[in-house]
């Protein structure tokens, strides 16, 4: 049930909403019962090039693409710059300062079009959205007309994942090349990024840069049933398209996110533990750790409230009684 005082409090304080979406990129439908999307396992990662052939870098970019890349490189092992080196050398960058009034978004800072592995750049000072669209070309593999791109699968002008796909490469921006963009959504990232690496013990950016939305579904199979993980994977893509378009809608889609990802954190904490009180010792010290504020223009409202938390410990001791008897 919607708070409607809340509802009316985000209106008047919304005062710069982040980057709007593409009306032409991308459509999707609210409703809860969008459990119908197929995704597909990764190609299996072929390394074409070993390392950037310098004469193929654009020369206005050369600089900012060696930056990139040494961070990238400094962070991560080989196995995960294999995209980049793939795409890195058939890169083409193009500057058009007018493409966000092509696009119909006026706040538009660069676009990565995997089919042609190019870059379109709005500012060409805008180092990072030229980061941002980067990453997209770091994490994705073309094949056969499908693209993964980190976690956005698209096929048939059909896509799935790329609310958690742009969250998580705003993520990247964040902990690796010191973006400070004040955003509402990029007030909860950390908080999702270290809950999804406690729960499935691996960084999400691994994952991402792999192209591996597979891997990453696979993480939660313990704690959850696939359409509810389809379920989850719906409800980040309407927190996306929420920043852009339905600001109204956020806070009840991610307090949903949330309460998914707190009641698979009491299973692995339950899972790991020999009795109740080593599980909510565990529980409580990762919970009172992690911020669920959503930070607006002038203030910050909670998304998850204490009786959330425990309903979220209810639907969890219920799914551990479930399975046990089911064994």
Known sequence: MK????????????????????????????????????????????????????????SRFKELIMEFYNTLKENFSEEYLINFYNNINTLTIYHDENANKKRRNK????????INNSITIV??????????????????????????????????GRGFGIGLNELTTAYILQKYFNEKEETYINSILPTIANFIKYIIGEDIEKFYLKSDLFGLINGFRNYYTEKEIIKFINVVDMVYVDTCFSPTFLVNDVKEMFMFLI?????????????????????????????????FANCSISAIKNQ????????????????????
């Not at 706040?107 to 995997?114: A, C, D, M, S, W």
């Open 123 to 156: 500012d060409i000072n805008d180092k990072f959205s030229l980061f941002h669209e980067l990453l997209h070309m770091s994490s994705c593999i073309e094949k056969d007309g499908q693209i993964f791109s980190g976690f956005h699968q698209t096929n048939n």
């Open 3 to 58: 708070d409607n005082n809340i509802f009316s409090k985000i209106k008047s304080f919304i005062i710069n909403p982040v980057k709007t979406l593409p009306k032409d990129s991308f459509s999707v439908v609210r409703t809860k019962n969008q459990n119908k999307e197929k995704y597909r396992i990764t190609p299996e990662l072929v390394q074409y090039f070993d390392h950037i052939d310098m004469d193929k870098l654009d």
């Open 107 to 114: 706040r538009l800072g660069g676009v990565y079009t995997p």
């Open 263 to 295: 009641k698979a954190l009491y299973i692995k904490c339950a899972n790991e533990s020999q009795n109740e009180e080593e599980c909510m010792e565990k529980f409580n010290s990762l919970i009172s750790n992690s911020s669920f504020d959503i930070a």
């Open 308 to 327: 959330d938390i425990d309903y979220c410990i209810k639907e969890a001791k219920r799914y551990l009684n479930k399975n046990s008897m089911a064994h």
